[in-house]
């Protein structure tokens, strides 16, 4: 089947690209203004980039239905700073709550339960019952439409939960950190199950019998 997904109205390429492209890892992001002060919101259009310097990609779209730009983008446009945090299985409930369309009088923060502490390096602060945060810089922010602002960040201090990192590997303990993924609509998916795959030199996959082998297998 062939689609040509240009010519579909945007919901349905949203749909599409959405159902496709996963599992998702969520940013909950947490900005600051002088106008409404702290907010939080889960975006699963996000990933990281790279390193040297650590990069994070997030895709932010504005509210359903009124079209107008979320806090988020709006204060990061305006700020240029903002803390991405992570979200595991104990996190999941309260960034359901945070992705509400509470009245600007009325803060996600406190009533989806999270304690904020100061952040090291930018105004944002982050969420201390995230299993990890990333304090970030905005390198650029992409207008793809009115609608849509992919926003590339720097990594300038990042904090993890005590007892998540491996000291010896240098990675997150996958035993330990249990982040969740978006699927599409109201799904979403565990990542406690593992598999290894080495890739192996090409003369050892020469030596393995190369492409019969692979086919065998």
Known sequence: MEIDIQSLDPADQYRLISST????????????????????????FFN????????????????????ELKDTTINIKETGEFVVH??????AAAMNVCAISFPPEVSEIEQAGLTLAPSSKV????????????E?????MIEVNQHRHITLGEVVRMHVRDGLFDMETGYIDPDRYHPIGRMFG????????????????YEAWLAGGGKEASAGR
């Open 48 to 67: 990281a980039m790279g390193e040297n310097p650590p990069v994070l990609a997030i895709g932010l779209e504005d509210k359903r239905g009124s079209g």
């Open 123 to 134: 105004r944002p602060q982050r969420i201390v019952q995230a299993p990890v945060a990333f």
């Open 86 to 91: 992570l979200v595991d299985e104990a996190l």
């Open 186 to 201: 109201r799904l979403y998916t565990q990542t406690r199950q593992h598999f290894e795959m080495e890739v192996p030199a």
């Open 21 to 44: 492209v996963v599992p998702r890892p969520i940013a909950l992001i947490t900005t600051w203004s002088e106008r409404t002060g702290h907010n939080a919101a889960p975006f699963s």
């Open 136 to 140: 970030c810089r905005k390198i650029a």
